[in-house]
């Protein structure tokens, strides 16, 4: 463990009383491991892919399992998406709330993913899931991690708090604010977390967050659901944040009763400490009473495709609905124009007026392509093919590459026994 800073120490004793003894323990044991399951990718396979991994225990929630002493992001069923790792309290937030059906959904601090991934899964295609990330690098990022977990149904955008609230206005039935943070629930994790913590940075944090649920306060609709939640210990980022919600027109919603067994109920929301569950998470739910901004009326609908570009994609894969921005073609998740990194599935790109399919194609949609090479997880070829070498199959054209079963990327048959790799680079690997 790393020497935690005195007065970090001097809060944590303060807030934990006679259970800091177990706290500190608690931080010498390793880091909880845990992973939530893709539902556009597993469907009804969740039993198959729980068995392939192996050693996983059923968290009391959906889709979500401790992980053993196996290395599940090392297995082919981690590259096809059907699983996101991530540790098990921090999917407490998007595992608590309840997402009506056919809901408008934001992720307003989206970055890598792991929580949008939850949240899509459970919508399970229906309704909108609206992914922000205000750091461009990082909302490249949680594009790949959405792209790779095979959701449809997302947008992803790359604005400030200000501009997404300016862009949808009260759009939202659901809100959720992972919001930035001192990182006092990594420390267990990330040496780095222990190495930036000051009490200068908790009240600049603190500060912060109250900036991003202003802005997630317009975004959402009266009676609506805001989901708080933080990484962190301190009152000030913390339960002064839902106190200055309370203030504003919210009421606080009760979880689910499982909710109480894993955490601390603070009055204002729940904490969960390593020596208890998880590595450290906070999170509370509210309900809208205040008044609403009126939804922004989106006026530029997108441009669908021209019938002979449809039917240049129809020879790769069987849909309708698609649309057109430039020299790219998707599916979209939302019908409009609007700036943002993803919107529904990227199908690919005009080049010379012929379409070159994109991967995310093929990772969302490959079980629908016309032409697919499923390969066993023990095959040589599927090493081969993750290494981004060419394989051997009688195939002409485009095809859907699958690894037992799960879509995993693309290529592209000469008809002559070989197919030559289109797996993305920065996803490779040199052994496998």
């Given amino acids: 463990m ?5 007065k970090f120490i001097t809060r944590m004793k303060s807030t934990l009383g006679s259970s800091y003894a177990d706290y500190e323990r608690a931080m010498n044991e390793s880091p909880s491991k845990a992973l939530h399951l893709s539902s ?37 069923y981690h590259a096809v998406g059907a699983y996101y790792i991530q540790e098990p309290s921090a999917m407490l937030p998007v595992a608590s709330v309840d997402i009506p059906r056919g809901a408008k959904v934001l992720d307003m601090c989206a970055s890598p993913g792991g929580k949008s991934s939850l949240l899509a899964s459970r919508m399970k295609g229906d309704g909108l ?17 959405l792209v790779r977990t095979g959701h449809m149904n997302t947008v992803i955008t790359n604005m400030r708090p200000t501009a997404v609230a300016d862009t949808f206005g009260g759009f939202f039935d659901v809100v959720l604010v992972d919001a930035p943070c001192s990182g006092e629930g990594m420390f267990r994790k990330e040496a780095e977390a222990v190495l930036n913590w000051s009490e200068a940075n908790v009240k600049a944090c603190a500060h912060r967050q109250k900036e991003i649920v202003k802005s997630a306060d317009e975004c959402l609709k009266e009676g609506g659901t805001l989901v708080y939640s933080t990484c962190t210990f301190s009152k000030e980022e913390d339960e002064e944040v839902v106190d200055y919600l309370l203030s504003i027109g919210y009421e606080l919603i009760s979880p689910p009763e499982w909710v109480e067994k894993l955490g ?53 894969v069987t849909i309708s609905g698609v649309c057109q921005k430039d020299d790219m073609l998707f599916l979209p998740a939302l019908g409009f124009d609007l700036p943002c990194l993803m919107n529904g599935v990227l199908l690919g790109k005009t080049e010379k007026g012929r379409f070159i399919p994109s991967h995310n194609l093929f990772s969302a949609l490959g079980s629908q392509c016309i032409n697919k090479l499923d390969l066993a997880p023990t095959d040589p070829s599927l090493s ?20 037992d079963g799960f879509p995993l990327g693309g290529g592209k048959g000469s008809g002559g026994g070989v197919v030559k790799n289109h797996y993305p680079k920065n996803l490779r690997k040199t052994a496998q």
């Fill in 40 to 76: 556009a990718v597993v469907g009804d396979r969740e039993d198959y892919v729980v068995d392939r991994v192996g050693g996983l225990q059923k968290l009391p929630f959906p889709l979500c399992y401790a992980v053993g002493e196996g290395r599940p992001a090392s297995l082919v």
């Fill in 264 to 316: 601390v109920n603070t009055g204002k929301g729940y904490k969960f400490y390593p020596h208890i569950f998880g590595e450290g998470q906070f999170f509370a739910l509210l309900r809208k009473t205040g008044d609403s901004r009126p939804p922004v009326r989106m006026k530029k609908q997108l441009s669908r495709a021209s019938s002979a570009l449809q039917k240049a994609v129809s020879e790769v």
């Fill in 129 to 145: 899931l609206v992914s922000n990330e205000i750091d461009r690098a990082r909302a490249l990022v949680l594009r790949e991690n």
């Fill in 384 to 403: 081969a093919y993750l290494r981004g070498e060419e394989i051997s199959a009688l195939v002409h054209g485009w095809c859907a590459v699958l690894a």
């Fill in 2 to 6: 790393a020497n935690l800073p005195e």
